[in-house]
């Protein structure tokens, strides 16, 4: 549990330092980097990921976000 958090605040700082990021095991192809300014104001992180302009992607698209949101859940919970 303190592995988690610490790799959890780790992780925040670089977001907010707008660095770099990149998970364990990934290579560079699946690394995104983060644009500068907001999401819907200044990007569309669909199409920053790639996955705009067809059902296809918008479909993968859509399950990342709900595996992200899974992932949340089950994290918030393992955390109560």
Same mark, same amino acid.
């Given at each position: 549990m303190k592995n988690e958090k610490a790799h959890n605040t780790?992780?925040?700082e670089k977001l907010d330092e707008g660095g770099e990021l990149q998970s364990a095991g990934s290579n560079? !192809?699946?690394?995104i980097l983060r644009p500068k300014?907001?999401?819907r104001t200044n990007?569309?992180?669909q199409e920053e990921m790639g996955?705009?302009?067809?059902k296809k992607k918008y479909d !993968?698209?859509?399950a990342i976000q709900v595996h992200n949101h899974m992932v949340s859940?089950?994290?918030y919970s393992l955390l109560s």
């Open positions: 780790e992780f925040q560079e !192809r699946d690394v300014g907001t999401a990007f569309s992180i996955l705009a302009g067809s !993968r698209y859509k859940i089950i994290n």
